[in-house]
């Protein structure tokens, strides 16, 4: 048989040799380090007997494939510790994920914590003992005979699923075998460092109609130490968590009477309020004019723009004057109705229309996460409507938009194109078009970008913006989308330099994605430390004696005449004290005066950031805070 190689050399070997035969025939050490091929860019178990020509790919664990194969067996090696220690419980299933694997369980009692290290120890006698796995076909009729004898009813549902002329595999190892498509490592025991991180409920095949069965979460690694690296992040991630830190720096409330309806308190307002000012600044430097459109709709409006057939199920839909109506998901329908307010024309394009709209989604509880997901939210919206020559650059000129307010805030980002998805509106000629505008105008500013095929919006292709915050973690806030439908549905028109009506293209763009969420991601990515620019309160004024409070309130009150964010601390505590309260509270700056400094008619200066920085005057101090202000500094 003739196997290709990635650099496109033919080799032939002989029918039936392995992937770790042919790596092994390259390299001893690259067959060490094998831990699945792709076939014809397909998964395939390296162990396997290949018999026809081929394309072949050696997979690691620095390659996704290879990461995924160590991880699934990894789930493998848990759903054998489970039976084992537990063999009342039922099977469902147990893919790899980002980081890690999961596997769903029905069992009669919930997994506790203390069954998680049982399981873990078991774990690593599976591991241990270095079974083989062991690939089998059944044919649908009798992998359904061999799952029922072995009480595994989820897996007979998964099967029965199939085509009549399905070939089932399964994967053997030890006592243990399950239903599996693989591929897998060789041998348990290559899987020798692995972490169990937790449980919840997972309704099974993600329907609230069916049953809730247990979900545990795991990690493994092929290095101990990527492992420690690994479990290290996520504990600074527990640190940083918006949840934790939006109640202890009082930011935000969530409250059982409104799930997934966030309140934002006192300081938590400053801080959105600083970023929306800073959002409508960049805008008008950017062209952009702001708009507001009403909150709920009338059910023709959503008809026209495809929500109701495509989106209802997410909807908060009520009744007015015996009419249908809808709580807003999105703000484009409205922003449609705006543009067609009035005659425009060539010269009025593009348009750019921005709006901080407060939209309703209703989203399952169990998928509500503190601001990254709730049932409402504002999003910061912009419609920019232009003529087709037009559109690149327009598309270049919401990219470097997002540049300098990503920037602004340290946050580097990742792009990506998302092309057009089976349930889709419009000709297959348009999209193409507008994709190839879409890749030219990043690659014509140089920006590296990964294709997502399939995952469009319904009515067009986007980009998507994934941030990395200084974990290293993505975030999905910024997205740019063309839309040739909606300005169709709506018989959007422009008079054109020929006298004559034309429609125009449409970009929805998102930059924030959404206040609340990208305020969950700034008090993460700054572990609530924001800069003096964004903090809630920039200085807090300390009094070491009560001689020196009344200065004290001359320092606070002339900070906040120049719109400086000051509080004064007045109790009767130790200086000490105070000063750990601010630092616990985050705050940028300190000013501490006793009765030398009032003397003096100096301030001591202790910075969040670099400590003491000794006594100066108050307008050298008022100076360095404005720079800091002014530049948006980080």
């Not at 062991?134 to 005979?145: D, G, Q, V």
């Not at 049932?375 to 470097?400: G, L, P, S, Y």
């Not at 959404?514 to 300390?542: D, M, N, Y």
Request: proline share 5%; charged share 30%.
């Amino acid at each position: 048989m003739n196997i290709t190689f990635p650099d496109g050399n033919v080799r032939t070997y002989e029918n039936g040799m392995s992937g770790f035969d042919i790596a092994n025939s390259i390299s001893p050490r690259l067959a060490k380090a094998t831990l699945c091929c792709t076939v014809d860019g397909e998964r395939h178990d390296a162990f396997l007997p290949l018999e026809n020509d081929c394309a072949i790919k050696f997979c690691t664990f620095d390659d996704p494939d290879g990461r995924w194969t160590y991880r699934h067996t990894a789930a493998h090696v848990m759903a054998q510790a489970v039976k084992r220690l537990f063999p009342n419980a039922k099977l469902a299933i147990g893919p790899a994920i980002e980081n890690g694997f999961y596997y769903d369980f029905d069992i009669d009692e919930p997994f506790t914590p203390d069954d998680l290290l049982k399981i873990e120890k078991e774990m690593e006698r599976v591991s241990s003992a270095n079974y083989k796995l062991e690939r089998f076909e059944l044919p649908r009729k009798e992998a359904i005979e061999f799952c029922k004898s072995q009480d595994e009813p989820y897996k007979v549902e998964l099967i029965e699923d199939l085509p009549e002329d399905a070939v089932i595999s399964f994967y053997r190892q030890g006592d243990f075998t399950d239903l599996c498509a693989g591929p897998h490592l060789p041998s348990t025991s290559k899987v020798k460092n692995f972490k169990l991180m937790s449980v919840a409920g997972a309704y099974w095949r993600g329907s609230e109609k069916n049953k809730m069965l247990q979900r545990i979460y795991g990690t493994a690694f092929e290095k101990k130490s990527d492992l420690e690296a690994y479990i290290t992040a996520l504990e600074e991630a527990k640190r940083r968590d918006h949840r934790k830190l939006g109640k202890e720096l009082g930011l935000f409330a969530l409250m059982d009477e409104g799930p997934g309806f966030p309140f934002f308190l006192p300081k938590g307002m400053v801080l959105r309020n600083e970023l929306i000012d800073y959002w409508r600044e960049a805008h008008r430097r950017y062209g952009y004019v702001e708009i507001s459109t009403p909150m709920i709709l009338s059910r023709s409006l959503w008809e026209t723009s495809g929500h109701w057939s495509h989106y209802k199920d997410n909807m908060y839909t009520t009744e007015i004057d015996e009419g249908e109506y809808a709580i807003k998901p999105m703000n484009c329908p409205g922003g449609m109705l705006v543009y067609r307010s009035e005659m425009r024309s060539y010269r009025d394009l593009p348009l750019r229309m921005g709006e901080l709209g407060l939209v309703h989604r209703h989203e399952l509880s169990g998928a509500l996460h503190g601001l990254f997901r709730v049932r409402c939210f504002t999003q910061d919206d912009a419609h920019i409507f232009m003529t087709w020559e037009q559109m690149k650059d327009e598309i270049k000129n919401v990219v470097r938009l997002f540049d300098e307010v990503y920037s602004t805030f340290g946050l580097a980002y990742k792009i990506e194109l998302s092309t057009m998805p089976e349930d889709h509106m419009g000709e297959k000629e348009v999209w193409d078009l507008a994709i190839e505008t879409l890749r030219e105008a990043i690659t014509e500013l140089e920006k590296p970008f990964e294709v997502n095929e399939g995952d469009g919006a319904f009515y067009g292709p986007k980009l998507d913006f994934h941030l990395s915050d200084c974990l290293g973690r993505t975030w999905q806030c910024g997205t740019i989308q063309l839309d040739m439908q909606l300005p169709e549905r709506f018989e959007l028109e422009y008079t054109g330099a020929d006298g004559q009506k034309h429609r125009p293209v449409m970009i929805h763009r998102a930059l924030f994605g959404s206040i609340e969420r990208f305020i969950g991601v700034i008090t993460e990515h700054f572990a609530g430390a924001f800069p003096t620019w964004l903090a809630p309160v920039q200085v807090k004024v300390l009094p070491i004696t009560d001689r020196a409070a009344e200065r004290c309130k001359e320092v606070t009150d002339r900070l906040n005449s120049l719109n400086i964010r000051t509080e004064i601390d007045l109790r009767n505590e130790k200086i000490g004290f105070k000063i750990r309260e601010a630092q616990l509270q985050k705050i940028p700056y300190m000013l501490v005066l006793g009765d030398k400094e009032v003397e003096q008619n100096l301030v001591a200066v202790r910075s969040r950031k670099d400590g003491d920085l000794g006594t100066q005057s108050l307008d050298s101090f008022i100076e360095r805070v404005q720079e800091e202000i002014s530049t948006r500094a980080l």
